[in-house]
């Protein structure tokens, strides 16, 4: 009876929401390409823009201040965008997944279902996840061949590592915004919001060192920061450098957290519109 | 049309009418009253009077579906059909009412609930159509719980029941409307669902296709599912329902057999007329008809009026209408005989509660 005994069958639905998501983006690799093209194009100028106005700064062989050093500027630079893009990419897909369900009227038959609304909230996650991952190997090779970057194997895989902790936290707070946008019935303006607090908050484009106080302190509890900051931190220091305990309970924690907030946002969204005659409107 | 052993009430609307055969689907007083109008942000803020109109677009409607019958659900555009249909579906909260699906409260618990059903919403929406019929089939079906070693049967099924196995492997965006409508079909019915709640299904299809739908549905009835439908094809409705109950401004209007239905059209046979009038005015020659005959639905053309005159024997009809028209300066240009039909039925429920402009004397 209760959703418990039908756990698999509700993973099961999980996995052909997946599988359905994976089949769109396959026909249409434009969001795979996005996610090399993106990370790997964008953070040049900042580069060189960071490296002209320099000059003398803080001299840093860690994560949390601005390095002097070329090399390890764009290792920090390119960090950064890998994040801000993967997040930025998250955010609009999900949104653009769920709307365009609605519009299609997909998601009014989705809803006469009796499976978990995971699927709709996690269904696109594991495309996601490989695009960050695609990502990361994509701005890896850039900063060792474009930039001549000396990255320790270990290093590679420990980001690697951090990747893979951070994805399904990252998904969770795209399922959160694609949630809100749905039921508000906006496309684009919150996520646009969500993508520019991140680049002010967390620090992509500058240590939150530099940054005010209130600011950083606000920064210190995203997750997209402590992403970004384990990352560097395994770059620049090596994994050594990250309490991998720490950050995976963290992100661990925050995914409940997030997931658990979504669904119940989705489920108010869902009967309000159950009220209002809603729900498949365009 | 009626099967035997079935006594159709004329209950009308008048509540508590939930039989105690088996009953698959039982709605009892639901209401469904919808705000028509926007109240901004502001006038919410400054506490302004609620200045939206209340819709009742159901309005204590009772019916039951039991199993192996289908019912068809007709009435006027507006009338509260899909909006009955997605209140059983779930998707819609009613204002008032209870309904249950195979015994479970469908407000109680709606996921429970929508295991047993199988909804065709209305129109070609509601499938992705940037995947192929099959992988659309397959995950919906994922999400209906068919067991997994069971999905590629039954998938291959459904399509072959809606012949669509040779574009199965297509897009869904290069299909047809008819085609997406019988995916849609499919859809429907991939978990075998025990009660049926089709929408227009046969709006967009060719009269080959909707043979082959209500191929479907005889299936089904024969299968002991219970099967609503809210159509607007009367000739499939007489074809097809059991029962059928007629929906006019959110109230159930009548409901029982379409032999029963058919006893409201006064008259048991249906002279089809069309008449000139010379120089006459066709509003001036249609308001005689009206006056001199029963007259069901009245067509104005540009130099003619076409009407359903209604009647015990059609052959007593035709040998006294030439006088009669002769009389008045008509002439009849051409008389056809036949039976009447849920038309008729449909045009003088919802045509008499609107008080309309064809009423026919009685
Ligand atoms: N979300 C909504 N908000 C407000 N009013 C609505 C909403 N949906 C439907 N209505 C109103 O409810 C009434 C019944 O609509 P419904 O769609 O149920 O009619 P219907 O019988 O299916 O008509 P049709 O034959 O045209 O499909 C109409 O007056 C319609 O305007
Ligand atoms: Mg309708």
Redesign the interface.
Same mark, same amino acid.
């Given at each position: 009876?209760g959703?418990r005994s039908?756990l698999h %069958?509700h993973a099961?639905?999980l996995?052909?929401?997946a599988?359905?998501e994976w089949?769109?983006a396959r026909?249409?690799p434009d969001v795979f390409i996005g996610a090399v093209a993106w990370p790997v194009v964008t953070p040049v100028v900042f580069v060189f823009q960071a490296r002209a106005s320099i000059g003398h700064g803080t001299p840093g062989r860690t994560g949390q201040t601005i390095p002097t050093d070329s090399v390890h500027l764009a290792v920090f630079l390119y960090l950064g965008w890998l994040v801000a893009s993967w997040l930025a990419l998250l955010l609009t897909e999900s949104s653009a997944s769920l709307s365009g369900?609605r519009v299609? $009227?997909?998601l009014?038959?989705? %809803? %006469?279902?009796?499976?978990t609304r995971l699927?709709l909230l996690f269904g696109l996650a594991p495309v996601l996840l490989v695009t960050g991952a695609l990502s990361y190997i994509a701005v890896l090779l850039a900063l060792v061949m474009g930039f001549g970057a000396h990255i320790a194997l270990s290093s590679a895989l420990a980001g690697g590592l951090v990747i893979l902790l951070a994805g399904p936290t990252l998904a969770a707070i795209a399922a959160a915004a694609g949630t809100t946008t749905l039921f508000m019935r906006r496309s684009g303006g919150l996520v646009d919001i969500a993508r520019a607090l991140s680049v002010t908050f967390c620090g992509f484009t500058a240590p939150l060192a530099i940054m005010p106080s209130w600011a950083a302190k606000i920064g210190r509890l995203l997750p997209p920061t402590w992403t970004v900051n384990a990352l560097r931190n395994t770059m620049f220091g090596g994994p050594s450098k990250t309490d991998w305990t720490r950050l995976s309970l963290l992100l661990i924690g925050t995914f409940l957290a997030i997931s658990a907030l979504s669904l119940a946002a989705f489920a108010a969204g869902e009967?309000r519109g159950?009220?209002? $005659?809603t %729900? $498949?409107g365009v | 049309m009626t099967e035997p052993g079935r006594t159709g009430v004329l209950d009308g609307h008048q509540g508590s009418s939930a039989p105690h055969r088996e009953s698959m689907l039982a709605i009892e007083d639901v209401a469904k009253d919808y705000l028509r109008g926007r109240r901004t942000l502001v006038q919410r803020l400054r506490g302004a009077p609620d200045q939206r109109a209340v819709v009742h677009a159901v309005d204590e409607v009772s019916l039951a579906v039991d199993r192996g019958e289908v019912v068809g659900m007709l009435g006027p555009n507006g009338a509260g059909k899909s909006t009955l249909v997605k209140i059983i579906a779930t998707l819609l909260v009613p204002t008032r009412g209870s309904v249950r699906v195979c015994d479970v409260d469908v407000l109680a618990h709606p996921r429970q609930a929508r295991r047993h059903l199988g909804v065709m919403l209305a129109g070609d929406r509601g499938v992705y159509w940037k995947l192929t019929g099959r992988e659309n089939l397959e995950y919906f079906a994922a999400l209906h719980f068919v067991p997994s070693s069971q999905i590629r049967r039954r998938v291959g099924e459904a399509l072959e029941e809606v012949r669509l196995t040779g574009s199965a492997d297509e897009y869904v965006e290069r299909y047809s409307t008819g085609m997406r409508q019988r995916l849609n079909l499919a859809r429907a019915l991939i978990h075998e669902p025990e009660v049926l709640l089709l929408d227009e299904p046969t709006s967009g299809l060719d009269p080959v296709s909707g043979a082959e739908f209500r191929r479907i549905v005889r299936g089904l009835r024969q299968r002991g599912a219970a099967v609503l439908i809210a159509t607007h094809d009367l000739a499939e409705a007489e074809d097809l329902c059991d029962r059928i109950a007629v929906l006019d401004r959110g109230r159930i209007a009548f409901q029982g057999s379409v032999d029963e239905a058919k006893t409201l059209v006064p008259g048991s046979s249906v002279l089809t007329v069309e008449v000139e009038g010379g120089d006459q005015d066709t509003a001036e020659v249609a308001a005689w008809l009206s006056a001199h005959f029963r007259v069901g639905l009245v067509e104005r053309h540009e130099r003619s009026v076409r009407a359903r005159l209604y009647c015990e024997s059609t052959s007593d009809l035709m040998a006294e209408l030439p006088g009669k028209l002769h009389a008045a300066g008509l002439r009849a240009i051409r008389t056809e005989a036949g039976r009447v039909s849920l038309t008729d039925v449909f045009f003088s429920i919802t045509d008499r509660r609107a008080g309309g402009g064809h009423g026919h004397p009685q």
């Open positions: 009876m959703i039908d %069958l099961w639905a996995v052909a929401a599988k359905r089949r769109v026909r249409y369900q299609q $009227g997909s009014e038959t989705t %809803l %006469l279902s009796p499976a699927t009967q159950r009220r209002s $005659g %729900l $498949g | -």
